[in-house]
T-cell receptor, first 113, second 116 residues
Framework: AQSVTQLGSHVSVSEGALVLLRCNYS??????LFWYVQYPNQGLQLLLK??????LVKGINGFEAEFKKSETSFHLTKPSAHMSDAAEYFC???????????FGAGTILRVKS | DVKVTQSSRYLVKRTGEKVFLECVQD?????MFWYRQDPGLGLRLIYF???????EKGDIPEGYSVSREKKERFSLILESASTNQTSMYLC???????????????FGPGTRLLVL
């Protein structure tokens, strides 16, 4: 069985500050891990994914995430927050049958000016 | 660019009505998925399909059914809508039968359903 825990349903940062969104996973098979972003009234858009090629993964819009097997974590970071980063972020794990994804509950990021 | 479209952005239905949500993708993807999204619960998988006329139950299939008559189209059916089915419904698609599990799922814009 697989599961994802996102710590913090709401995160607030100032513009220009570091963004850190936490994700821990549980998987009985080697996992593939994804971060998706959802802007208001839109569907989900892929930010980045870990597919075992490299532990540090760079995505779109300046985001990156590091896979740490020993900590079963895949935290998302961005050095400097921008107002346009305000959105809901979802971490997901895949590794079972049929390319199914298991999502975390999501983290809403607020960026203060 | 992959495009996944959903037939309606907003839908209001009455309890007991039969509801059809349609999803179409234009990238010849084998896999298609239906999720519902609720605050604090993330996305939960209702049904998925890896081929025409094939379907598999996800984590919360009760009260729903699906149809996939053509590769590009995947329909979600609420046989008798209930108020607890008020939610955001998201469709997604991905390539490769049986899932190379690193494949990206591409999402539609969602349908916000209100059942009165």
């Amino acid at each position: 069985a697989q599961s994802v825990t996102q710590l913090g349903s709401h995160v607030s940062v100032s513009e220009g500050a570091l963004v850190l969104l936490r994700c821990n996973y549980s998987s009985s098979v080697p996992p593939y891990l994804f971060w998706y972003v959802q802007y208001p009234n839109q569907g989900l858009q892929l930010l980045l994914k870990y597919t075992s090629a490299a532990t540090l993964v760079k995505g779109i819009n300046g985001f990156e995430a590091e896979f740490k097997k020993s900590e079963t974590s895949f935290h998302l970071t961005k050095p400097s927050a921008h107002m346009s980063d305000a959105a809901e972020y979802f971490c997901a794990v895949s590794g079972g049958y049929g390319n199914k994804l298991v999502f975390g509950a999501g983290t809403i990021l607020r960026v203060k000016s | 660019d992959v495009k996944v479209t959903q037939s309606s952005r907003y839908l209001v239905k009455r309890t007991g009505e039969k509801v059809f949500l349609e999803c179409v993708q234009d990238m010849d993807h084998e896999n298609m998925f239906w999720y519902r999204q609720d605050p604090g619960l993330g996305l939960r998988l209702i049904y998925f399909s890896y081929d025409v006329k094939m379907k598999e139950k996800g984590d919360i299939p009760e009260g729903y059914s699906v149809s996939r008559e053509k590769k590009e189209r995947f329909s979600l059916i609420l046989e008798s809508a209930s108020t607890n089915q008020t939610s955001m419904y998201l469709c997604a698609s991905s390539s490769h039968r049986w899932g190379a599990n690193e494949e990206t799922q591409y999402f539609g814009p969602g349908t916000r359903l209100l059942v009165l």
